[in-house]
Structure formats: structure tokens, C-alpha cells
């Protein structure tokens, strides 16, 4: 008992010198980033985390028919898959306008920020029934589907880890934090 | 017997039958006249029928069960769940306020929200990973995780979108399970994610960290390294038993205040970064769009707020007389210092009893004795926590962050953090309904 107080005591004044290593249990095996690749699946919104491969809308309409119509409906307009009359899952593709502060009407064209974020969810959430099931082309032809159909990306255009950060989506600037005081400064 | 000698001392602190909150302390002041007219007014029932033994009294009982549960006669203390047949789409269950008391919620009734079900994962073979900006990855078992110095606290989580039903232009007809049921309080316990990162070692660059799910959805949210250094942790118990499997088993991140989906459940990954991930979860989803176009992202905290439990929809006055308001009150910015009561609509107000120990960012009960006269009340809280942030009224609150254009369904989320003042009508009868005053 003595000597776990003591170590809490430890860790609390010496967390940050650089002596409190040896004061921690130090269980945490180190692990090289090839080891962990398939884990690191986060994009960020500058592009950073984009695997290789590429994919066009044109080569994303048939997986996009096949893995994501069945909730979303034929080319992503949305549909009503539930017993319950439920919404499941958004449209993808519409011109909805946002309608004063109700959330339910924010869309992919209308509202979010950053082109990088449906790569992102797509690859690590979908399709709903089997997550991870699909190719970084697969991803990437699907990105630029719904990219292309709802106007905010020439249809031709090869989206990859390039080209995929430079998509202006058009409510980039339309955020504030709550409480900018909590916001990080780099 | 006579009236008691204390009558006088009890006395009326606000409007339409609020006493003063020392009507619920000590004894002698409130309950000492047992007979006739009791001290605060509540005529006595008719006598009571002659007691005898019942059935269960007369037998042995039932077996010991290795894990317990409610009694049967308990059957109704449960969640209510918005998606019963587990269709293809998020799946929420709110706890029942209205039937709980105290300040912490049991982990059979804490609030779950899963976007995909809810994982089965087995312990042994889960590991977190810790990378990114940092000057040695590293990967934690759980059993290694175990063995780290473990701290507790009592801590609410609260989901962004609970009572987004009080976006509605009018008040939807609920009661406080279906309004408020996504928030619930437990105490946690793991290790501070301060001293795994102390071990990985921190580039200083690195100014924000996402942390990431086991889950089918590998949920991401980012939060500020900072917030990470101050009070965040990982953690793998819940009110003293491992994490319900709703709620996170068999690892989440517990950032205190914070919105309930930054609280990643089922944590494997922390990743250090320079930039935010905008992740679905908050560039989508748990925004706040506001009546100037702009919308709220990264709203982190869930800011001060109270609702009353009982009396509430559902949970009706039973007579004219004495009876306690009850309710709950937390910040995400530190302790509750203060709630007031009124039950005329805002017009008037008394400050209630807070139930010790008001802990910081944890629910806190108040407690309030109403000397209710058997006719028409409005009953509301209002909170103020240690930094002076106050609950909004509903005016304050809508000037400032707008309604929805129409009525919405009920569960819908079509906006986040509402905190505003509540209120519940009481009719003649007794009967409370949702109101906007």
C-alpha cells in the first residue's frame, strides 16, 4: 500500500521532467510503424495519411451501385430502408439547402468542411455491414462519385493523394468553435 | 398530538408554495407534527389498515444469484431504446431519471449510443496504440494497463444531442427519460493518459491527439493535447465493476465535461498530431448550426444545466401537501455552486439543497421542499456552477442559438447542446407536462 502511494506521488511531481520515465511502470512494448499500418487510418484534412491508389467517379458508379445503394439509394438520393419508416441512412447526393439551425438538412455539398472526410468515413465505417472491406482505389473511385454527382468535382478528375486535399468544398469557412479559448495554437 | 412548535419556522422562500430548502434538514422542523396538520401543511391520511405477515415473510426466499439483478417489482427501471429491432442505423437508450435518485446512475440504466452495435471484445486480445507525434510508439495490453497506477473519479458523461427535442418551436409532449435521457453519471476508474504519454514521450509539435474506437465504425474524434495532459483518461471501470459493453468495454477515453463522442469507447488508437482530424463525428455530426449561417464545431464542453426528475411527465403529484422536487445539475466547467427552484413559471425563486458531495463535472442532486396547493404550477431549475456560468432561460437561450423551423420527431438530433431551462406544468390534478414559459 506504502509503495503505491508513493508511486502516485511520483508520477504526480514528476510527470513531465524527463526522469519520470523510470517512475512509471513502463509496460508499453514498442512497436514499428510498418507493424501498425493497418490501424493507421486516419486522414487529416491537409491530405496527410492518404494511402496510394487512385479512382474516378466513372469507376465508382458500379461500387457505389453494388456496396452503398442499398441504404443510400440509386446514386445516393436517399431512400427509406427501415421497418420503422426510420431515416437510416442520408442522401449523399442532393441539393438540399441547410434550413436555419436544423442539422437533419447539412449535407456533403452543403456543409462539410473538408473533401478529405468522406474518404476518411467511407474507408473506416463503410459499407455499414462490413467495414474495411474495400480497396484504397475502391475508396478513392467512391470519393470521387459522390464528389462528382453532387458538383463539386469534375467528373473526370482522378482523385488520389494529390488531388483529393485540393477539393474546395464550398462551406469550408462557414465554422466557429464554441470556445476558442480551448482551441490549440500551433 | 400538537402542531409543531417549529411551524413558524418554516417558511415560504418563492412563489406558489416553495419553502425554505431547511424544510429538508434536520429533524423536527418539517416532520415533526405526524398528526393532524403536519408542520408544512399536509393533511394527514385516514388511519392505516392493522399490519400482518406477508408471503414472503413466511417462506425462505430465493437462491443468491452470482451477479444480481433489480427485483422483479423493479421491472419498469430501465432504458428506453430508439431502435428495438436493431435496424441498419444508430441505436440509443435513455435512462430513466424519473425512477433513479441520488447522484450516480447504475450501469445497467447509464446511456448507450452505438453507431454500428455494440462490439464483442474480448480483453485479451485488445491492445491500445499510442503513435503519432511522439518519440517512441508504444502498444498497452489491457492486463499491462492493470498494472499502471489507477485513480478514480465521478465524472457525467452527456451526449451532445441530448434534449435536442427543446429545439422544437413548441414543447414536444415527453417526459424527462425521452427529453434527458443522454446523460448519466458513474465513477471511472483507469490511468491517466498523462502517464502512458509520459512513456511515449511527446514531439512538441504535437497539439491535438485522435483518439480511436475497436468499433465497426472506428469512431475518431479529436481532442486538444492539452485536454489530453490535463484530466483525460483511460479507463476500464464504471462505478466499480469493468466498463458495460454499452458503454465502452473493454477501454474508453474519459475526457471530463466533454461531449459524450469524444469520450471514444472501445479505445485502440491515440494518435498524436498539429492539426484536427475533422472527422464525421465533428464536421458533421455534433455540430451546431447557428441563425447567422455559421455553425458551432468543436463545442467540447457540456455546459452548465439542471432539469428537475420528479415531478416530471410521468411522474405525477400524487395529492396537495408536501412534497420534494427533485432534480439533477452539472457543468462541464467544474462544481455546481448554486440551483434555484421556482414554481411560478420564473417569476420567483428559492435556492435548493445540494446533496453533498457536489464533485467537480459530476451530477449533483438538488432538492427542494414545495408546499404544492393543488393548483396550476410551472416548475423549473436553473443552474450556476463555480466559474459563474448560469443556465440560460429558454428566451435567452433561443435568442442566442435559434429554433428549429418546424416540429421535429421526437429522437431526431437536429441540433446540439441544448442546456436551457426547463419547465414542467402541473395541472389541478397533478399531472405534469412539458411547457415553454
Given at each position: ?186 | ?33 405526524t ?9 394527514t391520511a385516514a388511519a392505516a389498515d392493522p399490519l400482518t405477515e406477508s408471503p414472503w415473510s413466511l417462506a425462505p426466499g430465493d437462491p443468491v444469484p452470482p451477479y444480481q439483478q433489480p427485483s422483479k417489482f423493479a421491472k419498469d427501471v430501465v432504458r ?16 430513466p431519471?424519473h425512477l433513479l435518485d441520488g447522484?450516480v446512475t447504475p450501469n445497467g440504466v ?129 462505478n466499480g465493476e469493468?466498463?458495460m ?65 420528479r415531478?416530471?411527465?410521468?411522474s405525477?403529484?400524487q ?119
Open positions: 500500500m506504502r509503495m503505491h502511494k508513493l508511486l502516485v506521488c511520483s508520477v504526480g511531481f514528476l510527470a513531465y521532467t524527463s526522469f519520470a520515465h523510470a517512475q512509471t511502470p513502463n509496460l508499453g512494448k514498442p512497436i514499428a510503424p510498418s507493424d501498425f499500418a493497418e490501424w493507421d487510418i486516419d486522414i487529416e484534412p491537409d491530405g496527410a495519411g492518404l494511402p496510394a491508389g487512385s479512382g474516378t467517379a466513372a469507376q465508382g458508379a458500379p461500387i457505389f451501385a453494388e456496396n452503398c445503394s442499398g441504404c443510400h439509394g440509386n446514386g445516393g438520393k436517399g431512400a427509406t430502408t427501415t421497418q420503422s419508416g426510420a431515416p437510416a441512412a442520408p442522401a449523399l447526393v442532393t441539393d438540399q439547402k441547410i434550413n436555419g439551425v436544423d442539422e437533419s438538412t447539412v449535407t456533403i455539398a452543403n456543409f462539410w468542411p473538408y473533401a478529405t472526410t468522406v474518404f476518411d468515413y467511407i474507408r473506416r465505417a463503410m459499407p455499414w455491414t462490413s467495414p474495411r472491406s474495400l480497396t484504397d482505389d475502391q475508396v478513392y473511385a467512391l470519393t470521387a462519385y459522390i464528389l462528382a454527382e453532387n458538383k463539386l468535382i469534375d467528373p473526370k478528375l482522378v482523385l488520389n493523394a494529390q488531388t483529393l486535399p485540393k477539393v474546395q468544398m464550398p462551406n469550408r469557412n462557414g465554422f466557429l468553435p464554441r470556445f476558442p479559448e480551448r482551441m490549440p495554437v500551433n | 398530538m400538537p402542531r409543531s412548535s417549529s411551524e413558524a419556522s418554516v417558511e415560504t422562500v418563492a412563489g406558489n408554495g416553495i419553502l425554505h430548502r431547511r424544510a429538508l434538514l434536520g429533524r423536527g422542523l418539517a416532520f415533526a407534527g398528526a393532524g396538520m403536519g408542520a408544512i401543511g399536509l393533511p428506453t431504446l430508439s431502435n428495438p429491432d436493431f435496424e441498419p442505423r444508430t441505436s440509443q437508450s435513455r435512462t431519471h447522484a447509464f446511456f448507450t449510443i452505438v453507431h454500428d452495435g455494440v462490439p464483442a471484445i474480448d480483453p485479451a486480445q485488445h491492445q491500445l496504440l499510442i503513435h503519432g507525434l511522439v518519440k517512441q510508439p508504444l502498444v498497452f495490453t489491457i492486463d499491462e494497463l492493470h498494472r499502471y497506477p489507477m485513480t478514480s473519479r465521478t465524472t457525467f458523461i452527456e451526449c451532445g444531442g441530448n434534449s435536442a427535442a427543446l429545439f422544437s418551436p413548441q414543447p414536444l409532449q415527453a417526459g424527462v427519460q425521452a427529453l434527458h435521457g443522454l446523460a448519466s453519471c458513474a465513477e471511472w476508474t483507469g490511468v491517466k493518459l498523462s502517464t502512458l504519454l509520459d512513456e511515449t514521450g511527446i514531439d512538441p509539435r504535437a497539439t491535438w491527439f485522435v483518439g480511436e474506437g475497436a468499433d465497426a465504425p472506428h469512431l475518431s474524434r479529436s481532442v486538444p493535447l492539452s485536454k489530453g495532459l490535463d484530466d483525460a483518461m483511460v479507463v476500464m471501470y464504471q469493468p466498463l459493453p454499452g458503454n465502452g468495454y473493454p477501454l474508453r477515453l474519459l475526457l471530463p465535461g466533454y461531449e459524450g463522442n469524444m469520450n471514444v469507447k472501445y479505445l485502440r488508437r491515440i494518435k498524436l498530431l498539429t492539426q484536427p482530424q475533422m472527422s464525421f463525428y465533428e464536421s458533421k455530426t455534433y455540430t451546431a448550426p447557428l441563425p447567422n449561417g455559421k455553425a458551432y464545431r468543436f463545442y467540447f464542453i457540456n455546459e452548465v444545466k439542471s432539469f428537475i426528475t415531478p416530471s411527465p410521468g405525477d403529484l395529492q396537495p401537501g408536501f412534497c420534494e422536487i427533485s432534480g439533477i445539475a452539472y457543468s462541464g466547467k467544474g462544481r455546481i455552486s448554486k440551483v434555484m427552484v421556482s414554481a411560478d413559471g420564473g417569476q420567483s425563486w428559492g435556492e435548493t439543497a445540494l446533496q453533498e458531495p457536489v464533485q467537480s463535472m459530476a451530477f449533483t442532486r438538488f432538492r427542494m421542499p414545495w408546499r404544492w396547493n393543488g393548483g396550476p404550477a410551472v416548475l423549473q431549475s436553473r443552474a450556476w456552477d463555480e466559474g459563474g456560468n448560469v443556465q440560460p432561460t429558454r428566451a435567452e437561450f433561443v435568442a442566442k442559438r435559434g429554433e428549429l423551423p418546424s416540429v421535429p420527431p421526437l429522437l431526431a438530433f437536429q441540433n446540439h447542446h441544448f442546456n436551457a431551462v426547463v419547465s414542467w406544468a402541473i395541472d389541478s390534478k397533478g399531472v405534469a407536462t412539458h411547457a415553454y414559459a
